[in-house]
């Protein structure tokens, strides 16, 4: 394999100021990522050659580092080009040597880019150059314009008149302004600066469903559009509703461009005149108009790029509600709601089919599947898809658990987003061969509420839907993004490495698909990992992986104490001489995290081994394999809300943030219809950013504005309430807190059917 392209002393430097990262821990963090370093690893243990940068810088240096390395490539390419061509002046070779702009470089190559036959070329083969050459460098001669533009009249070069002779000469000025790489970059800043992004409906073109009447006779500066409104109008042009350009002052643009090119008065000044406005109309308009609509959409892409990622994290570091056994239903209503149940390890154990609404209404029999699934698996929490009728099924549920005294359980509403498709995936099919879809759908719904992270990286971070505008914004681009935040997630959490899926696993750092299959089948064949270093006996896993993968790697109860924790077995040997100074063993050190803090961490340096390690060896030594998520909290809705008709303004209710957008807030308040929040209701200090407030999966106290049953439109605000109430937590597994009742035992599964036998009757 060829070594990465060196990048050269200037453009480190411009990286180093433009992403305000001192040169020094520029190229060292150069050097680990083209030494096969991941993002995860290099910010976690490698933070004393980095200078401790965080993942968000380390992924500007990779994303910066692709885009100079492509544009050296490209920088070659253009030099042989020219040089081939014997056009290649000292002048010239300075100018593209010193770009650090992609744009820039391709307008200093644009006048000797092979082009298709224009009418500038066409004039040069009827000998006008000469001419035009005249034209442009505006030196007083002892002949005039005219006169000296008759010489050029040959019928037999189709050159009739001095006016012809005169119009090709033109067309040649006009394309010479057209390649200025200066001129262009200031129409380009002018029409990014200046113009206006206008958008209008297409006549005789009917929007049955009213989406982009707002952009039926728009304008906004370029230069302000928000993302996703600029994102919506390139849909509504997509999708053959709309029609848009960027508009600038003409009249402007044409005199700035005299202004530039015009050096002296003259019999010559009409004639660049008229070119510079041929070039604006013909030329230049047209093209910095397609460069600066692509620019705009890059923007709004990298804008909703950043929107996404940053609502999948969060989605993604939900709060965990534990490992505990879980009887989770996917609600529906004709067809049944499918029953599943997991036990604490997120293993299926068994799955049924209920029938409580129309047109069965078999409660009876609804409520005593429930009630001996629950009693033959424990089951501690019950998991509800908030798809259709999940509100009802709640109300069921909570009816249930209320009437049957089982204090113990507990009841929540799970985000089911993408479970369809991971039902039909061909992870599920892996996982399940022999269940049906809707089946592998609950037992999803189950795994979410234990552990969102681990059941949500087996879906296309696309299908989760909390994306702005997924579908437009470039795809690999966004891949790459999500895929990134995914593997920053999970590196960020840790890993068990004797309970997750291959799905899991592939994100850890250092490990790809085939590596994580390879673990899981040593583990099925070997039975658990009892260390770390046993993943060597791994076929495939090399020295390289394991330093990358290891310390994001969990085990629990194995041989060494460490391994459950996200120290890295190369700082093994430091955690021994700590524990030695203390004169204690390791797992005497790990049982009395306090005695770290007797430790001077500065005697433990070493040249490899520096104060950064060494803090983070003892924050980790202070809470070992600690969840850095937030405890988990379960929203409570209101029992007499159920649907969009039961809202009414001024209703305040308790509600989950379900996605994040430039303009607002979604909120999930159970009515199967996310009601808005818009940013301007977010908060009564000003913000720009809904961001700066919320996030999803933050639970939030909102209260209705406006309902609109018929739009399916909710707005809600938050503003105009005092902070909710903090919430109790249930961690590990633990249900939220009640009013003490009287101790007493579960109930036997017998005595719960007799008891629901008598409270409800069929129909």
Known sequence: MDSPRPLSTPILFHISQDASIPLKSLVATIELLDGGGTVPFIARYRKEATGNLDEVQIRTVQEKLE????????????????????????????????????????????????????????????????????????????????SFAATFVDPAKEVNTVEEALEGARHIVAETINEDADLRKMVRKMMHDEGHVVARAIEGVEDPEGKYKMYADYREPASKIPSHRMLAIRRGAKEGFLTFSIDLDRDRAVLMLKGKVIKAPGDWQPQIDAAAEDCYDRLLNLSIQTEVRLELKDRSDEEAIKVFRENIENLLLAPPAGMLSVLAIDPGIRTGCKVAVVDDTGKFLENSVIYPFEPRNDLAGSIKTLASLIAKHNTRAIAIGNGTASRETQALVNDFLRQANLHDVFSVSVNESGASVYSASDIARQEFPDLDLTVRGAISIARRLQDPL????????????????????????????????????????????????????????????????????????????????????????????????????????????????????????????????????????????????????????????????????????????????????????????????DLKPDMVLEGVVTNVANFGAFVDIGVHQDGLVHVSEVSHRFIKDPREVLKVGQIVKVKVLTVDPKAKRIGLTIKQLEAAPQQQAIKGGKPPQRRPEPAQAKPSLEAQLAALNAKFRTK
């Open 454 to 645: 681990a059941e949500l990286v087996k879906i296309d971070p696309k299908s989760i839907g909390v994306g702005q505008y997924q579908h437009d914004v470039d795809q690999k681009k966004l891949m790459q993004s999500l895929e990134g935040s995914v593997e920053s997630c999970v590196n960020r959490v840790g890993v068990d490495l004797n309970t997750a899926s291959w799905a899991l696993l592939r994100y850890v750092s250092g490990i790809n698909e085939r590596t994580a299959l390879k673990i899981v089948e040593y583990r099925n064949q070997n039975g658990r990992f009892k260390s770390r270093h046993q993943l060597m006996d791994v076929s495939g896993f090399g020295p390289k992986t394991f330093e990358q993968s290891a310390g994001f790697l969990r085990i629990r109860g194995g041989e060494n104490p460490l391994d459950m924790t996200a120290v890295h077995p190369e700082s093994y040997p430091v955690v021994e001489k700590i524990a030695a100074s203390l004169g204690i063993s390791v797992p005497e050190l790990i049982a009395k995290p306090d005695l770290v803090e007797k430790v001077k961490l500065e005697g433990f340096q070493t040249e490899t081994v520096g104060i950064y390690t060494l803090s983070d060896i003892r924050e980790e030594l202070r809470k070992p394999g600690r969840d850095p998520r937030d405890k988990f909290v379960a929203p409570k809705w209101r029992d007499d809300v159920r649907e969009i008709a």
């Open 67 to 146: 885009y100079f390395r492509e544009l050296e490539d490209r920088r070659e390419t253009i030099l042989n080009s020219i040089q081939e061509q014997g056009k290649l002046t000292p002048e010239l070779k300075s100018r593209i040597e010193s770009c650090l702009d992609k744009t820039g470089l391709e307008d200093l190559y644009l006048p000797y880019k092979p082009k298709r036959r224009t009418k500038a070329t066409i004039a040069r083969e009827k000998g006008l150059e000469p001419l035009a050459l005249y034209i442009w460098n505006q030196q007083p001669a002892e002949y005039s314009l005219e």
